[in-house]
């Protein structure tokens, strides 16, 4: 079988976990925190960022830090990861689900200023498979109606929107680094903070609610529970796992836009022929490999190509279902049909995406899935 994922390894990590362990600090906020925390604001640009044991919990973090109150309205696309929407009702917020566009999986930025009211506290896009939204529509219309902007840039590592990385323009931005993602630990996270009102908060909220990290940096000559938070920092061992990961970015994102290339190049003649469609990248956005999906027709075409794949020992996979009509929210969603979300929920396919997979491999695939519509 064909795994649909396998998480790659630099040939560093273990060399790094060493280190770590040996230490004799394996608590989080150490050498291998600082220097993953240092790489990304060099790289990004920004002001600061704390690395968290999940992307969910740098969304969590977010959502303490806009103060996020029961009746709060919060946009969020209704085809993301349950995290997205879930950081948000924790605090009691309102979820208004937005559409995806009609010829990308993503944030539909033509429906969004229609759903803005008077409690609407923030907007969260999401860059689905790193391809950008349109960040200079959702930001001036956060700048018009006084709103924030939480980027959840899961998948979004080394892309970038007119220049601009992405995770660097909303107030509040979230990456993870789960073993699905370009770059990993395994699980594990970062909140990126944009707006200086965020900078200090964002520290007491990470360390339990404590100004513990004041403290170790002498700024104050004792600590205390001065605000809500919780244990959202990793290990030693998660971040030294993570900077051998960081060493190795470029290599890494080379390997995987070829591998995305090949697989675009071998099925372009199916999407040609109007039998399926593939990504989509706006000028304004950059690819960075993060995963290969199509577009098929209907349901039951995609569970058949699914099925197929998976005879032909190739694990492919379907992506989101709609959370607007899920067990937990739909009675609680008001009712708006979000028909574009539901056609990715029922159409998409993601083929078999890391960097064990071999050249040979790839073409196999390619001919599996044309072997499979050559059928019908």
């Given at each position: 079988m064909i795994p649909f994922n396998k998480p790659y390894l630099t040939g560093k990590e273990a060399h790094?976990?060493?280190?770590?362990?040996?230490?004799?600090?394996?608590?989080?906020?150490?050498?291998?925190?600082?220097?993953?925390?240092?790489?990304?604001?060099?790289?990004?640009?920004?002001?600061?960022?704390?690395?968290?044991?999940?992307?969910?919990?740098?969304?969590?973090?977010?959502?303490?830090?806009?103060?996020?109150?029961?009746?709060?309205?919060?946009?969020?696309?209704?085809?993301?990861?349950?995290?997205?929407?879930?950081?948000?009702?924790?605090?009691?917020?309102?979820?208004?689900?937005?559409?995806?566009?009609?010829?990308?999986?993503g944030f539909d930025e033509d429906q969004l200023e229609s759903l803005i009211t008077s409690k609407t506290k923030a907007i969260v896009p999401v860059h689905y498979a790193g391809i950008a939204c349109d960040m200079d529509i959702i930001m001036k219309l956060a700048d018009k109606y006084d709103l924030f902007v939480v980027e959840d840039a899961a998948q979004a590592i080394d892309s970038y929107y007119k220049g601009k990385p992405l995770g660097s323009i909303g107030?509040?931005?979230?990456?993870?680094?789960?073993?699905?993602?370009?770059?990993?630990?395994?699980?594990?996270?970062?909140?990126?903070?944009?707006?200086?009102?965020?900078?200090?908060?964002?520290?007491?909220?990470?360390?339990?609610?404590?100004?513990?990290?004041?403290?170790?940096?002498?700024?104050?000559d004792k600590y205390g529970w001065v605000d809500i938070g919780s244990s959202f920092l990793p290990s030693e061992l998660n971040a030294s796992f993570l900077y051998a990961q960081l060493e190795e970015i470029e290599s890494i994102q080379n390997q995987r836009r070829k591998l995305w290339q090949k697989y675009f190049d071998g099925l372009n003649e199916l999407m040609k022929n109007g039998i399926i469609k593939l990504p989509v990248i706006p000028d304004y956005a950059t690819n960075n490999g993060h995963m290969f999906y199509l577009i098929c027709r209907n349901k039951a075409e995609r569970n058949g190509l699914i099925d197929f794949l998976k005879d032909n020992n190739i694990h492919a996979v379907f992506h989101y279902l709609s959370l607007h009509s899920s067990k937990y929210y739909h009675s609680k969603h008001d009712g708006r049909l979000l028909p574009n979300a539901d056609k990715y929920s029922e159409t998409l396919v993601r083929l078999p995406f890391h960097l064990f997979i071999s050249s040979t491999e790839v073409e196999l695939i390619v001919e599996t899935v044309k072997n499979f519509f050559s059928n019908k």
């Open positions: 790094y976990l060493y280190q770590a362990v040996y230490s004799g600090q394996l608590s989080g906020n150490g050498k291998y925190t600082k220097k993953c925390q240092q790489y990304f604001e060099d790289a990004l640009g920004v002001k600061k960022t704390l690395l968290t044991t999940s992307c969910t919990d740098a969304l969590e973090m977010c959502a303490i830090l806009l103060n996020i109150q029961p009746g709060d309205e919060v946009i969020v696309p209704s085809y993301t990861f349950v995290s997205t929407a879930l950081a948000f009702v924790r605090q009691g917020a309102k979820i208004i689900f937005i559409d995806s566009r009609v010829d990308y999986p107030h509040l931005s979230c990456l993870s680094f789960h073993e699905t993602k370009n770059i990993q630990c395994g699980e594990g996270g970062l909140l990126v903070i944009n707006d200086d009102r965020f900078v200090n908060r964002a520290e007491v909220i990470w360390e339990k609610g404590t100004n513990r990290a004041e403290f170790f940096r002498g700024e104050i």
